[in-house]
């Protein structure tokens, strides 16, 4: 039995949770699921990155105030999560007193890399960063993300010496010491590590209020990589106690657009403090509705407790597990939801199980458990090898083939006509029903609730069919 930890990006609380936020959390849910399948001690991250001039400006606009504004949209992360069926047995915040002492504890630690210097250049208010002169003549002054201006700054702030670090950091992706997932991206990251220059971790007081205060400079509060990134160890209780049971991460999955921080400025950091690097950062794409990115302004953004709400939690899982590869960007809209909702969970699955059911039911199929397909799931070695390469849509897709192949199965064995001539039905419907526990074992990290239900039909001592199916046709 291995320790098994996971973790996920925090998101800021700018807001409620959007679609885009489920990848993370339905990704390293369904590796936790099969993780603790394995018989593994699992440990999953999860929590809320609090601090900002965007989200105190969000509370001041709305005239919350700004501990309340946090506290409510942290919750309604918490409540998403379990909304998910993600099963994270942390829940981290940036505003945690232990958060951020712990926090400044790392910053000690690592100061030898970090020293003061003045930035003079380009600023961008919306993505609250700062901009190079490249950008700047690229997008002729005018930031494409929030149409405003670029604006002149000068400021006095703290950098992290990443070149401290390069050499390592290339080595340790390079001999995949920390392998970066999908390893397309690995070429991507080694280029911008090349060229990664130091970073600005603090800004002055007068620009940044809501923020950890830098130990030792009350004129400076850390800008948010230091503070978010700190987390997956904070969490775990460093600087305060030993966390090699846990660290490193058996993995750390991210969206795309965060992959650089979590390959540059977090080994360097975990560099500086003497600590491992993560075995694996995995990286999902992003999702988009109908081709478009999703905005506010375009009018085009999907609520993701309407999804879930529509058909229940597994066809939400379903869909962005299956339709979306978990390397890629992926597509959602209605239409497609509601064709995958119908034309594969309520016909291929749904139905399979209830027919299946119904038969066995009058045949008095019994006595079946899940020690025989527990034993297949650890002895099916392409599935295994698909989910220890994180190559889950992929496992997913094989697990469904073969619920496929018990359909075709019972049409061309036609049970029902064995027990229409008088013969024994039974043999085939249970090994047919066997054949469905095998799969649903496989399904198990991917839809918890469903699965939950066709073990309980399955392994009853008397099969007695849903009352009505798994997936009611809409
Ligand atoms: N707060 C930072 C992360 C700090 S981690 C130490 C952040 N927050 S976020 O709210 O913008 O994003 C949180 C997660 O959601 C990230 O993994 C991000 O890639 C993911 N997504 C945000 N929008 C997304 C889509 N439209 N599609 C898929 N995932 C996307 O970044």
């Avoid at 130091?198 to 950890?212: A, E, F, H, N, Y």
Wanted: proline share 5%; with cysteine; glycine share 4%.
């Amino acid at each position: 039995m291995a320790k098994i930890y996971l973790t996920t990006a925090i998101p800021y609380v700018n807001g409620a949770p959007h679609l885009g936020h489920t990848m993370d959390y339905i990704i390293a849910d369904t590796f936790s699921r099969y993780h603790k399948l394995l018989g593994d001690e699992v440990r999953f991250q999860a929590g809320t990155d609090e601090h900002g001039n965007k989200i105190f400006q969000k509370a001041a606009a709305s005239n919350i105030d700004i501990q309340d504004y946090v506290d409510q949209n942290s919750l309604k992360f918490q409540n998403f999560i379990k909304k998910l069926h993600a099963e994270n047995t942390d829940f981290v915040r940036t505003t945690d007193a232990d958060h951020m002492r712990r926090c400044q504890a790392i910053w000690q630690k690592i100061s030898d890399h970090i020293y003061p210097s003045k930035y003079e250049g380009w600023y961008c208010s919306g993505c609250e960063s700062y901009v190079t002169q490249k950008e700047y003549d690229e997008n002729h002054g005018v930031c494409p993300d929030h149409q405003k201006p670029y604006e002149k700054l000068s400021e006095e702030n703290y950098y992290f010496r990443i070149s401290d670090f390069k050499d390592q950091i290339r080595e340790k992706i390079i001999s995949h010491e920390m392998l970066i997932l999908p390893e397309f991206r690995e070429k991507e990251i080694l280029k911008m590590l090349d060229d990664a220059p130091d970073v600005s971790v603090s800004r002055p007081k007068s620009q940044l209020t809501w923020g950890i205060p830098v130990p030792g400079n009350d004129e400076q509060v850390m800008y948010v990589w230091i503070d978010a990134l700190s987390n997956y160890i904070t969490v775990l209780g460093y600087a305060d106690n030993d966390i090699s049971d846990w660290w490193p991460a058996a993995v750390q999955f991210v969206g795309k657009d965060i992959l650089r921080f979590h390959t540059i400025i977090w080994p360097a950091m975990l560099l500086a403090l003497g600590l491992p690097l993560p075995k694996v950062i995995c990286s999902h794409g992003f999702i988009l509705a109908d081709g478009q990115k999703m905005s506010k302004s375009i009018g085009n953004v999907v609520d993701p407790n309407e999804v879930i709400d529509k058909y229940g939690i597994d066809a939400c899982r379903y869909y962005f597990l299956r339709h979306v590869d978990n390397f890629s960007d992926g597509d959602f809209t209605w239409d497609k939801y509601d064709s995958a909702y119908n034309t594969e969970l309520a016909n291929d699955l749904g139905n399979l199980v209830q027919r299946l059911a119904t038969m066995s039911a009058k045949n008095q199929v019994a006595g079946l458990d899940t020690a025989e397909s527990h034993s297949a799931f650890l002895d099916d070695q392409d599935y295994l090898d698909m989910m220890n390469r994180f190559e889950f849509t992929k496992a997913f897709d094989y697990a469904w083939t073969k619920v496929q192949a018990i359909n075709k199965r019972i049409d061309d064995e036609k049970p029902w006509e064995l027990a229409k001539k008088g013969e024994d039905a039974k043999p085939v419907l249970t090994s047919l029903c066997k054949d469905l526990l095998n799969v649903n074992e496989l399904l198990k990290p991917f839809l918890p609730v469903t699965t939950a239900r066709i073990e309980e039909v399955f392994t009853a001592d008397q099969i007695v069919p849903p009352a009505t199916p798994l997936f009611p046709k809409q």
